[in-house]
């Protein structure tokens, strides 16, 4: 599985889009990129993923550039709840299920 | 459908002890996960299953953690006997089945242990 890279953490105003960036350079072209996150306390909640086009879903939005080294995932009006550990998870999907490798992630605080 | 469901929430016992985890997946789902979170090595897969078989259990620390399977419907994972550094949240995860994107995780409110 191709490694990600991710700031230790990030600052968001409440309201604002709150922009998470993701490196993954040696992604191969048929591993997904997933986005889960962690709230304090609580077990880990997914987000999105995507293969090569820009998804969208009730919660955020995932931009995935055309050579696929890297994404962005958004959140378009960040809340205070939207505080937590967000990761960044690039995966080969097969029938037999997968397992999600989780790194360090990305710390989001959102502030009043 | 009620999720993920683990038990107990909490365990507190002393080292030496037998420590059994519990997960009841969600139903139809056929993939379970068991991970384990530390501040130090963050979130850890131990071992998964598709179909109540053990696919790959390369996470387990030592031989004194094990886990099963029995059916589609329940999962244990087992220290005998338990240390000190077990210590941390486990998480239990299922995926697949009817009624949802079967390449999404669903995860448990884990088990916080404390083996003093």
């Known amino acids: 599985d191709a490694k990600t890279t991710q700031p230790t953490s990030m600052d968001c105003a409440e309201g604002r889009a709150a922009n998470l960036p993701c490196n993954h350079s040696?992604?191969?072209?048929?591993?997904?990129v997933y986005w889960y996150r962690q709230i304090h306390s609580q077990g880990p909640q997914y987000i999105i993923h995507g293969l090569k086009n820009n998804e969208t879903n009730e919660m955020a939005s995932l931009i995935i550039t055309e050579d696929r080294k890297s994404s962005t995932l958004i959140l378009p009006h960040a809340t205070l709840r939207d505080t937590a550990v967000y990761y960044c998870?690039?995966?080969?999907?097969?029938?037999?299920?997968?397992?999600?490798?989780f790194g360090k992630g990305t710390s989001l605080l959102v502030t009043p | 459908d009620a999720g993920v469901i683990q038990s107990p929430r909490h365990e507190v016992t002393e080292m030496g002890q037998e420590v059994t985890l519990r997960c009841k997946p969600i139903s139809g789902h056929n993939s379970l996960f068991w991970y384990r979170q530390t501040m130090m090595r963050g979130l850890e897969l131990l071992i998964y299953?598709?179909?109540?078989?053990?696919?790959?259990d390369s996470g387990m620390p030592e031989d004194r953690f094990s886990a099963k399977m029995p059916n589609a419907s329940f999962s244990t994972l087992k220290i005998q006997p338990s240390e000190p550094r077990d210590s941390a949240v486990y998480f239990c995860?299922?995926?697949?089945?009817?009624?949802?994107?079967?390449?999404?995780?669903?995860f448990g409110p884990g088990t916080r242990l404390l083996v003093l």
């Open positions: 998870i690039v995966i080969l999907n097969s029938n037999s299920g997968y397992a999600l490798n």
């Open positions: 299953f598709n179909n109540n078989v053990p696919i790959d």
């Open positions: 040696t992604i191969s072209g048929n591993e997904y």
């Open positions: 995860a299922s995926s697949g089945g009817r009624g949802g994107r079967w390449e999404t995780q669903y």
